[in-house]
C-alpha cells in the first residue's frame, strides 16, 4: 500500500466531511462521508480545492478570502476558517480545518482538510434560515462555530429581531448534545412563580391550579440545552434560583423536597444592556458573570447592510406565489439605505406587504417606498388622498424598470441580462426598443 492509499484509508476514519490534499491545491481522495454531503469529486480531472470548494480559477488567498492551505504551509501547525462552499444544496458555511501532514524526513506532503457545515447557516437563499455573507455575520458564525465544541454557558447580546434563537440553535444543533432536546423559554413578563413552574416544575397540589405533576423545562433539557430568552427580565427573586442552578445543576419542582439534578447547557440571549442592570442592582452581579462565559454579539440590520439583499431574496423565493417573485437592484438599493430598528423581522413585514400590494411578479423602488409610507395605526396609505388607482405603476412601467435593473445588475451585458430574465437576447432587444 503506498503513501496516497494509506492517508485515503485513513480519511475513512473521520466522522466528517473529509479530503486529502496535495500542497498544490490538488483534492487526492476523499472519505465516503464527503461525497454523501458534497458529491463524488472526478479525480481523473486532477481537481483543485478551491475549484470545486468555491467555483474559483485561482486559490482562495488569490480570490479575495483567508486560505487555510497557505497558513498551514506557513505555520506547520492546523489552521481553521470560516468559508462559504459550493453544495448540492447552494452555497454554505463551512468550518474548514487544515491538518498538514509530514512524512518520515518532516517534510511537508499533503494535507487532511475536514468540512464541518454550520447548521442553519447559509451564504445564499437556500433552505436554512440564517443567511448572510458579510463580515459581521460571518464574525458571529465563526465563534458560534467554535464555542459549540464545548459546553460553555453562552451569552447572545444583540437588538430584537436579529436571530439570537437561530444562533442558539445553531450552537445546539453543532455541538455533542445535538442528539438531545434544546428547550426554551421565553422570560419576558413572566412573574417569579410562573418562571419557577415552568424551569423547575411541580407536583400535583402545589399551588391553586395545579392538578397534575410538571415536568419541568431543566428536566426535559438534561443532556441537552436549555435556552434562557430575555434573561434580563428575570425577577430579582428568580436569579437567586437560577444562580444555585447553574452552579450546582440541582433543584426541585415547586411543592417537592426531592433533589433533581440536571446536566444541561446554558444559552441565554438578552437585548438589554446587563452591565448597566448589574449597576443599578436589577441583576444579580454573580449571576452576570456566570451566564457570560463566553458571549457572541448578533448584529443589526445596519451593520450588516450587506445582507440585505440576500435576506430580501431568499424572503420572496419562499413566498408561495402563482409567478415567480423578482426584486428590483433600485428596490434593493431603497432596503439598504433604511435604519430598520426592527432588524430581520421589519424587513420581512416590508416585503411581506410589498407581496400583498403588488399588480405583479416585480417588487421595484416605488412599491418599497409605499410600503415604508404605511400608516401602521390605521393601516391605510399616508397619500391614500391621490387614490389607489395612482398607488401601483403601469405594467409597461414595472418591466422597464424591471430590465433598466437587470441590465444594470450585469454591467450592460445584454447576453447576461437575456439569459437571467429567461428570455431570447432577440426578446431582449425588443424590450429594450419599446423602452426607448
Known sequence: MNEIDRLTQMLQAYE?????????????????????????????????????????NKPCDQSGEDCPLLAAKISHRKEKVLHIHQTPNGREHVDVEMIPIFDADNNLSYFVELLRPV??????????????????????LRKASLVAKTDANVLLLGESGTGKELVSQSIHLASKRSDKLMVALECAGLSDALIESELFGHIKGSFTGANANKIGL???????????????????ETQVKLLRLIESKTFRRVGSTEVRTSNFRLICATNK???????????????????????????????????????????????????DLHITQSAITLLEQQEFRGNIRELFNILNRAIILAQSNVIDERLIRECFEIDLDGGNLINSNQGMQNITPPLSQLESNYFADLLKKHNGDKALTASAAGISLRTLYRKLDIKQ
Request: with cysteine.
Open 273 to 323: 444592556d446587563l452591565r448597566k442592570l448589574v449597576d443599578s442592582g436589577e441583576f444579580r452581579h454573580d449571576l452576570y458573570y456566570r451566564i457570560n462565559v463566553f458571549p457572541i454579539h448578533t448584529p443589526s440590520l445596519r451593520e450588516r447592510r450587506g445582507d440585505i439583499a440576500l435576506l430580501a431574496n431568499h424572503f420572496i423565493k419562499t413566498v408561495e406565489t402563482e409567478s
Open 218 to 236: 431543566v428536566e426535559q433539557a438534561d443532556g441537552g440545552t436549555l435556552f434562557l430568552d430575555e434573561i434580563g427580565d428575570v425577577p430579582i
Open 119 to 140: 447548521p442553519l447557516a447559509s451564504g445564499i437563499s437556500a433552505m436554512q434560515k440564517m443567511i448572510g455573507a458579510s463580515p459581521a455575520f460571518e464574525e458571529m
Open 16 to 56: 466528517v466531511p473529509a479530503i486529502l490534499v496535495s500542497s498544490d491545491y490538488e483534492i487526492l481522495a476523499s472519505n465516503r462521508v464527503y461525497a454523501e454531503k458534497f458529491g463524488e469529486v472526478e479525480f481523473a480531472n486532477r481537481p483543485k480545492c478551491f475549484a470545486v470548494s468555491h467555483g474559483y
